[in-house]
């Protein structure tokens, strides 16, 4: 059976959990993380150096990062539905899930934090720069939505499933927000999923 390391209000941990739902994939799940601990833990760090969540193990193969996890799932049992097999396709998945990690999460995580777990932990200038790189991000996010249902284009794959936590937490940090109906189309499109509401419907903490 496969077992996945990870709390449940971990961004990173969603993915994969959102992963393993629209894949329908029985799993065991381990919390860890923060307040539940383990990573640290000699034995947690033997499978992943990086004392950091999600790790998953599958019939003896240990795999972290959590977008190298996704694909691995979507590679091995959703080829060519979650995981398309048309290289044009493939490759605007990989795209997003890519632009995910390096261009939307880093910044959104500071003002995550800084709103969310650790208020005015972050000097002022410097939430200031991240918010504005946030917006920007979501500004491309808004554009590349007015001309595809999803992010890879007319099918919904993979990179649904590495973006929409993230945009989950955007959407409802507490602070102001333009209207940007693509997005927001896109995101209650992405609710509509059979086991979207169970992962992404929690409070931010
Ligand atoms: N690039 C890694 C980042 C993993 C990461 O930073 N995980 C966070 C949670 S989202 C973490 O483990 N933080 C420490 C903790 O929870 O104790 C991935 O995508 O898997």
Redesign the pocket.
């Known amino acids: 059976m496969l077992k996945l390391w990870?709390?449940t209000n971990?961004?990173?941990?969603q993915?994969v959990l959102f992963c393993l739902g629209e894949l329908g994939l029985p799993f065991e799940r381990v919390d860890?993380?923060?307040q539940f601990?383990l990573?640290k833990s000699a034995e947690y760090m033997a499978m992943n150096p990086?004392?950091?969540?999600?790790t998953l193990e599958d019939d003896g193969f240990v795999l972290?990062?959590?977008?190298a996890?996704v694909r691995y799932l979507a590679a091995r049992h959703g080829a060519g539905t979650l995981s398309p097999t048309d290289p044009r396709a493939r490759a605007q998945a990989d795209r997003w899930m890519d632009w995910q990690?390096t261009s939307h999460n880093p910044m959104l995580t500071k003002v995550f934090w800084n709103l969310v777990r650790q208020p005015g932990g972050v000097p002022q200038d410097e939430f200031n720069d991240a918010c504005a790189k946030v917006e920007r991000a979501m500004d491309i996010l808004e554009e590349a939505l007015a001309h595809s249902v999803w992010l890879g284009g007319e099918a919904f794959t993979m990179a649904e499933c590495a973006l929409a936590p993230g945009v989950h937490r955007y959407l409802h940090l507490p602070m102001e927000r333009k209207a940007r109906p693509n997005v927001t189309r896109w995101y209650e499109a992405v609710l509509e999923r059979p086991m979207a509401r169970n992962i992404l419907l929690l409070p931010l903490t």
């Open positions: 990870g709390r971990s961004l990173n941990v993915k860890a993380g923060m601990g990573v990086n004392s950091v969540v999600p972290w990062e959590s977008n996890i990690q």
